[in-house]
């Protein structure tokens, strides 16, 4: 698969993030690791890739093929913890529309479970 930054997206949206969920995903990047990759439990085969800066879901049952990816956070001078964090959602595919809701609640729950696990720090 081409990196991520050398894949076209086929759209590119608005989209903010729960402040809850970047915050947390944000604590799972610094306590279990970075990059740090997450099997989504709720979507067979997809998996997200997450960095600082863009957070990649791929099909992992199809070569590891680029599905979405949240990137672009605007969090520079971000002086609050509990407002939404604006970024841009790139659709790789062309049913990534129909699972980007689903795929960042089960993203947040999977991380919530990893995190509470004993070890996690």
């Known amino acids: 698969m ?4 050398e894949t076209l997206p ?16 944000r604590l799972a990047l610094l306590r ?13 085969g997809l998996e997200v890739i ?6 990649l879901c791929i099909d992992s049952l199809a070569d590891g093929q680029a599905v979405l990816a949240w990137r672009e956070f605007q969090v520079h001078a971000r ?7 604006a970024c841009e959602l790139w659709l790789y595919h062309n049913c990534a529309g129909l699972i980007m809701g689903a795929a960042l609640d089960d993203l947040r729950q999977t991380v919530e ?3 509470a696990q004993p070890g996690a720090t």
């Open 113 to 115: 479970q990893q995190l």
């Open 79 to 85: 002086d609050n913890l509990h407002q939404p964090v």
């Open 10 to 25: 086929l759209r590119i949206f608005p989209k903010q993030i729960e402040a809850a969920c970047y915050n947390r995903v």
């Open 50 to 55: 997450l960095h600082d800066d863009i957070w």
């Open 32 to 44: 279990l690791g970075n990059p740090l990759r997450i099997a989504l439990v709720q979507h067979r």
């Open 2 to 5: 081409d990196a991520p930054h």
